[in-house]
Structure formats: C-alpha cells, structure tokens
C-alpha cells in the first residue's frame, strides 16, 4: 500500500494542474476579450506615454 500512498500526491497535482490550464483555455477570448484587450492597450498606452521624455 505504500505505492499507493506515494502515487496519490502527483496524480491529484496533475489533476489539479490540467484543471487550471482547461480553465484558462476556456476563458482566452469570448464576449469580454475586446474589453480585455481595450484595458491592456489603454494600461500600454499610459505605460509608453509616461516613458517619453517631454520637451
């Protein structure tokens, strides 16, 4: 039995793990990705503007 008890760990980790990256696949694009991507591009925006030095 302590096979078992050693296997146990790792299996419920990948488990876990190919749950998360199934989610997140999910969730890429949708209904809300040009809301998403008008954020990053407005966050890069400010980002490159404050980078620029003023004359």
Known sequence: MDY???LVPPIVMAAFFIALVVTIV???G???KAKEDAAVDAVLARAE???QPRK
């Open 30 to 32: 949708g209904a809300n």
């Open 49 to 51: 503007a404050a980078q």
């Open 26 to 28: 999910k969730t890429q």
């Open 4 to 6: 078992v008890s050693a």
